[in-house]
């Protein structure tokens, strides 16, 4: 009895120290630039996966997009409606997903944050990025309320600024929501370059929002997400043809009462030579790239010139 004792006594205190040290770190406020990552995804994306994953997720008639960087950092963007947040959650513990480094909600649309409620509340989250677009809606405020009751840090993005998580790729914020009237022009914008790979997520931009950016920023890009699930209010001719992607993703549901993708839009893709991808025909869509080449849905390897 008196050896199980001297064990015994050890074992508590080391608990209790465990137990202290955990709370300390859950109380900690991280800025963006030094956004923690979890470490041991990090470790084992850094030995076996030291490439570039973008997953579009079948949400339904929605967006939700995870990025996995090279150096195991993970990006949430938005979580699709509300009835799509458990199948995102399952989606992310498939995957491996212990938690998500930033969460990047690109407006404030039912469609695109309603899902993310129920990710904020189960998965742990290390930073929330809004687009600064403030909406008058029960799912906006209890998006709103959930990160605060979870203590979950959260900026409003800002035109033209990088996001710093990985040191080898170059994350930039082409449109954001600061003074603008309308969700859809209030949407997010991502330039992602990875090596010799580029995409750009469009989020629910609108044909005035592409303007704008095309004169603003090399938009050049090897895979668009399509804004707005494809309706005719986004991807302009001017606008394919700066961006001259050879891919693109267009997320939606087949019985959406909008009829997305419209036809319009979809004539001028096939016009370009562009290789569609939906998530209605598809389900998930990958894309994996080691900056070289571009692995789709893990069959085709398609080289990188630029």
């Given at each position: 009895?008196?050896?199980?004792?001297?064990?015994?006594?050890?074992?508590?205190?080391?608990?209790?120290?465990?137990?202290?040290?955990?709370?300390?770190?859950?109380?900690?406020?991280?800025?963006?630039?030094?956004?923690?990552?979890?470490?041991?995804?990090?470790?084992?994306?850094?030995?076996?996966?030291?490439?570039?994953s973008i997953s579009f997720f079948n949400v339904g008639q929605g967006d939700c997009t995870l990025i996995v960087l090279p150096n195991g950092k993970t990006i949430l963007i938005d979580g699709g409606p509300?009835?799509?947040?458990?199948?995102?959650?399952?989606?992310?513990?498939?995957?491996?997903?212990?938690?998500?480094?930033?969460?990047?909600?690109?407006?404030?649309?039912?469609?695109?944050?309603?899902?993310?409620?129920?990710?904020?509340?189960?998965?742990?989250v290390r930073m929330v990025l809004d687009s600064g677009k403030r909406y008058n809606s029960y799912t906006y405020?209890?998006?709103?309320?959930?990160?605060?009751?979870?203590?979950?840090?959260?900026?409003?993005?800002?035109?033209?600024?990088?996001?710093?998580?990985?040191?080898?790729?170059?994350?930039?914020?082409?449109?954001?929501g600061k003074a603008k009237e309308q969700n859809n022009e209030s949407s997010i914008v991502l330039k992602l370059r990875y090596k010799h790979a580029d995409f750009l997520l469009m989020g629910d931009a609108d044909t005035a929002t592409e303007e704008?950016?095309?004169?603003?920023?090399?938009?050049?890009?090897?895979?668009?997400?399509?804004?707005?699930?494809?309706?005719?209010?986004?991807?302009?001719?001017?606008?394919?043809?700066?961006?001259?992607?050879?891919?693109?993703?267009?997320?939606?549901?087949?019985h959406n009462p909008y009829g997305h993708p419209h036809q319009v839009v979809r004539k001028r893709l096939k016009k370009h030579g562009i290789r569609v991808f939906s998530t209605a025909k598809h389900g998930d869509v990958e894309f994996v790239t080691d900056g070289k080449n571009l692995e789709i849905e893990g069959e085709l390897l398609f080289p990188l010139l630029k």
């Open positions: 009895m008196k050896y199980v004792r001297i064990i015994f006594v050890p074992c508590i205190l080391s608990f209790l120290c465990f137990c202290l040290a955990a709370s300390a770190f859950a109380k900690q406020n991280f800025p963006a630039h030094t956004i923690p990552s979890f470490q041991y995804e990090t470790q084992y994306y850094r030995e076996y996966y030291p490439k570039l509300h009835e799509a947040g458990e199948l995102v959650v399952r989606k992310l513990e498939e995957k491996k997903i212990g938690g998500i480094d930033l969460v990047i909600s690109t407006h404030p649309d039912i469609d695109h944050i309603g899902g993310l409620i129920t990710v904020l509340q189960q998965v742990p405020l209890e998006y709103i309320r959930t990160i605060r009751k979870r203590h979950i840090p959260f900026i409003f993005a800002k035109e033209g600024q990088y996001l710093p998580i990985d040191p080898n790729v170059v994350i930039q914020v082409l449109n954001n704008m950016i095309i004169k603003r920023y090399d938009t050049h890009a090897d895979v668009l997400k399509v804004g707005h699930h494809g309706s005719y209010t986004s991807t302009s001719k001017a606008f394919l043809h700066a961006v001259n992607p050879q891919f693109a993703v267009i997320s939606y549901d087949k």
